[in-house]
């Protein structure tokens, strides 16, 4: 069966590259997907043309010349409107889920009241939204659990109202494969402390309590440079593209459980990014993250534009407006 999959695929191959002679059309990039991978976007009804704008972007920098499906996650139904809408806007598969249960909810051992009580107290951005909350806890824990993921092997995450700058002329999921690199990103901000309080010292007692999880090789010093308390840098998981194992392995599960009774998603507001970063930066050895320097990309509030930008990729971004390459965290990196 594989083998005649193949010779199809082949055969496809063989018509298109015909085809695309015929009528002169130097193909960039081989029309063949390899690897098992997926984008995949938690979204609202409402995100819908934030969404296809993403796709629009996606699908002209990119995807066009792989197809690689969508995957689309929410915890309301998607509406008819929604669905036609992404779907109209690539020739890839399109699946739409919907999240629930355990998945979009308090766990038992969260007390709802102080919760609602931070809610009201708290200043920091979206310290009054429930919502936020269970994304983050969502996008931390759950994503990678949803069962329109399962053996999906690598995932691209896209949300609303973002930009892709430049052409993306290589496949990066196959070059994540083809390296063995787990965790991809693009930028890193660093975090509203307020938000985090109390993560460092429950990542301390995580690690205290499961020192066989760690890497021996582990790049902490990335998130924490005297292990004593956290300096809030995070890789921006608007943006990011991980092999999927990662957070169905055993250690990230029990990460995960550990900060969710914690508590911290529900009486702070814990963030997905600095979990993800976190536990890349205690799981993982640096050589198997890598930084995508060369995708120009923004996302409300930051961008990133290549250095070389008029030279590559035929970016529409001006790299004296996008910083993004001169945070404190992103040339951190460089450094450990
Ligand atoms: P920000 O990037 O931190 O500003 O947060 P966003 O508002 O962009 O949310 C992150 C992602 O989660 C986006 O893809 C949103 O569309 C999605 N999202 C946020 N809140 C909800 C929600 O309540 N329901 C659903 N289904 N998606 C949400
Ligand atoms: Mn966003």
Same mark, same amino acid.
């Given at each position: ?145 949803? =069962? ?13 109202? *973002?930009? +892709? !700058?430049? /052409? &993306?002329? %290589? ?102 990014? =600095? ?13 198997? *993250?890598? +930084? !995508?320097? /060369? &995708?120009? %990309? ?39």
């Amino acid at each position: 069966y594989l083998l005649l999959r193949d010779s199809v695929e082949d055969i496809e191959l063989q018509n298109l590259n015909l085809w695309q002679k015929v009528n002169n059309i130097k193909p960039k990039a081989p029309v063949k997907k390899r690897v098992n991978g997926a984008f995949v976007s938690l979204t609202r009804n409402s995100d819908l043309f934030g969404m296809r704008k993403t796709m629009r972007q996606i699908e002209d920098r990119f995807n066009k010349n792989y197809n690689y499906p969508y995957i689309f996650l929410n915890d309301k139904p998607f509406t008819d409107e929604f669905k036609k809408g992404v779907q109209d806007m690539t020739k890839a598969n399109v699946t739409f889920g919907l999240v629930e249960g355990e998945a979009w909810d308090y766990p038992s051992y969260v007390d709802k009241e102080k919760a609602a009580e931070v809610r009201k107290t708290a200043s920091y951005m979206h310290a009054g939204s429930e919502s936020y909350r269970f994304m983050c806890r969502f996008q931390s824990g759950y994503f990678y659990r949803h =069962p329109l993921l399962d053996g999906l092997e690598y995932y691209w995450r896209i949300e609303p109202d *973002v930009e +892709y !700058f430049c /052409d &993306i002329d %290589y496949d990066p999921f196959e070059y994540m494969k083809e390296n063995k690199l787990v965790y991809g990103w693009n930028m890193a901000p660093g975090e509203y402390m307020a938000t985090v309080a109390t993560l460092w010292d429950s990542v301390l007692k995580f690690m205290d309590k499961y020192p066989q999880h760690i890497e021996p090789e582990n790049f902490i010093k990335y998130v924490s440079e005297d292990g004593k308390k956290y300096n809030g840098c995070h890789f921006w998981t608007n943006f990011e593209i991980a092999d999927l194992s990662f957070y169905r392995s055993k250690k990230y599960e029990d990460f995960f459980d550990f900060l969710d009774r914690e508590g911290g998603f529900f009486y702070e507001r814990w963030g997905d990014a =600095p979990v993800h970063t976190i536990a890349a930066a205690i799981f993982l050895k640096k050589e198997q *993250v890598h +930084y !995508f320097g /060369d &995708i120009g %990309y923004y996302h409300p509030a930051m961008g990133f534009c290549p250095a070389n930008s008029d030279k590559i990729g035929k970016c529409v971004c001006d790299p004296s407006k996008h910083r993004g390459i001169d945070y404190e965290c992103r040339k951190k990196w460089d450094t450990i």
